[in-house]
């Protein structure tokens, strides 16, 4: 356990936390009331809707630190950030960004890929965004104790380049419920991770990794200059040694492409300016790394920023 929990469980009062923020010659004042030790009626989850969202809401639309700076939430243990994720993180962590969706001032860091498209049909409506990578990170420390059956939750702001944000965390201590329990055990990947080597996408999910590269290079091509006059002919591969997924895959992509209406796709090489190609790329056993690649027919030369890369697990 932290320093900072142990700290905080031997804390018996009420805490009345104030953030003032100067903004234009006004001053905000924000006091958020929490309990900092357990309290039997109240469960995590009731905590996290009346108080953490709450004040995790004011906060990125308030607090210079974080107001229109994108963030990313991540997991924590000791201070410090890990790569090993629990089903319970990924849960808080899709709701806290759920709920910075729906805030006035807040911004959600993205780094260029769409994730897991669930309903390819619906990829004419969704829009190209900007990529924007995380400034601040908020930091969820999750810590079970079998002995006593209590959870402890920590939620901090890490500024990417001058470290923890002072004066900002809320915490939580309880009870665990058999639900919580099982999920701190279970090891998740959050969906935003699909398509990369710590989640590819399976044999039942070939549509799911097509309309993921058809989005992604249809996005990518949309942000180059003069991109209306790129006709895109999908070059005819066949390695004998490639899993028959693959052509499955690029058949699909073509379909999407299409749909997406965002390139102009042509029927015949004669008739573009621009070929698309593929690389798939055995790293081990099972796994596959498939690179798409734009490539102007003039002089040969890849359209710059449009490589698109997916992995598969087959």
């Known amino acids: 356990m932290s320093k900072f929990n142990n700290i905080f469980m031997v804390l018996a009062s009420l805490i009345i936390v104030t953030g003032c923020v100067s903004s234009g010659g006004v001053t905000h004042t924000h006091v958020v009331e929490r309990r900092a030790v357990a309290v039997s009626s109240k469960s995590m989850d009731d905590w996290l809707h009346a108080q953490a969202l709450p004040y995790i809401e004011w906060e990125s639309a308030h607090n210079p630190w974080l107001r229109h700076r994108p963030i990313e939430v991540v997991p924590v243990r000791d201070g410090v950030v890990v790569s090993e994720i629990s089903a319970l993180f990924v ?24 994730g897991w498209l669930h309903n390819p049909r619906q990829l004419k409506n969704l829009q190209c965004r900007e990529v924007k990578p995380a400034a601040v990170y908020l930091g969820v420390e999750l810590y079970y104790s079998p002995e006593t059956g209590k959870l402890d939750v920590s939620i901090k702001a890490l500024d990417r380049k001058e470290g923890w944000i002072p004066k900002f965390g809320i915490n939580w201590h309880g009870k665990a419920s058999n639900n919580e329990i099982a999920a701190l055990a279970r090891t998740e990947a959050p969906e935003s991770l699909r398509g990369l080597r710590a989640l ?20 990518l091509i949309d942000g180059i200059d003069n991109n209306q006059g790129i006709l895109v002919y999908q070059a005819e591969q066949v390695h004998p040694d490639e899993p028959p997924e693959i052509t499955k895959l690029f058949n699909l992509t073509d379909n999407y492409l299409n749909q997406l209406q965002r390139l102009a796709i042509v029927d015949s090489k004669d008739k573009a300016n621009v070929i ?7 790293i081990k056993s099972g796994l596959y790394l498939v690179w798409v690649q734009t490539v102007l027919l003039q002089d040969g030369k890849r359209l710059p920023g449009t490589d698109t890369e997916v992995y598969l697990s087959l």
């Open 91 to 114: 849960e808080l962590r899709r709701t806290i960004l759920s709920h910075l969706a729906n805030t006035d001032g807040a911004e959600i860091a993205w780094d260029g890929r769409p």
């Open 200 to 219: 590819p996408y399976n044999a039942d999910q070939i549509d799911m990794a097509a309309s993921f590269i058809a989005l992604n290079l249809s996005c």
């Open 276 to 282: 698309m190609r593929h690389e798939v790329m055995r």
